[in-house]
């Protein structure tokens, strides 16, 4: 994976290198984008193995998982070039690792909204893991409908010699939350960002709809749990 992002990278400033002349202006540029990308890779690792203890020990002590799935990914460094360029900034390293929060990705995927909450309280009481920001658009959903809990974290990563605190944006939803959103992206990369209004209403519609089922099926999940 770091290799195959990296070479991506290498190709990216090859090809443009105008604009992205001074993260390239010799061969150790190449070494410094090799580097932020295992950082930031080493990072996602890092958050990745956190959580699945996290779960099993969660299965151990309650006989529960509350995490279905995780998803990682590094952002394309096509994605971060035009993400700087959108905000003003020069094409550079530093300010990639400085202004783009999101170079590092991770998605956690829950069966209920209270296991969200419940997650986010337990990265949250990770000694070495710093929360420097969080939006919950689960109690402030966005005007098109989506939702999402979202936080913004750095966990040391311990090179050979210095340690470094790589920035990781972590996403926590529902199973059906996640639909919605995949949905949503596959439109607005259709219609490249100018959906139609008629669209636009039924994603809304469908938001409700599947905030609805969340609600649904916590409670029928509930109503078991009393069983036992």
């Not at 984008?33 to 990745?48: D, P």
């Not at 460094?77 to 360029?85: D, M, Q």
């Not at 991770?106 to 920001?133: H, P, T, W």
């Not at 966005?142 to 340690?163: A, C, E, F, Q, W």
Request: with cysteine; charged share 25%; proline share 2%.
């Amino acid at each position: 994976m770091v290799i195959q992002v990296a070479l991506e990278g290498k190709r990216w400033l090859q090809k443009n290198g105008a604009g992205m002349e001074s993260i390239t202006k010799a061969n150790s540029s190449v070494e410094s984008w090799t580097e932020v990308i295992l950082v930031y890779n080493s990072a996602l690792k890092e958050i990745g193995t956190k959580l699945e203890i996290l779960n099993d020990e969660f299965q151990h002590v309650h006989r529960y998982n509350p995490i279905e799935h995780i998803k990682s990914r590094i952002k394309s460094s096509e994605s971060i070039v035009k993400k700087l360029r959108r905000n003003g900034y020069e094409s550079t390293i530093e300010n990639m690792v400085e202004h783009v929060n999101d170079i590092a990705g991770i998605r956690v995927i829950c069966s209920f909204v209270s296991d969200i909450y419940r997650i986010a309280e337990m990265i949250g009481n990770q000694n070495d893991i710093k929360v420097l920001a969080i939006k919950d658009y689960i109690e402030n959903p966005k005007p098109s409908g989506y939702k999402s809990y979202h936080m913004l974290v750095t966990v040391p990563i311990y090179l050979s010699d210095r340690i470094v605190h790589a920035k990781v944006e972590i996403q926590i939803r529902t199973v059906a939350m996640d639909f919605w959103a995949s949905l949503e992206h596959k439109i607005n990369y259709k219609f490249e960002g100018n959906v139609p209004q008629y669209i636009k209403d039924e994603l809304v519609e469908c938001a409700h709809m599947i905030s609805d089922v969340d609600t649904k099926m916590w409670n029928l999940n509930e109503q078991i749990s009393d069983m036992n």
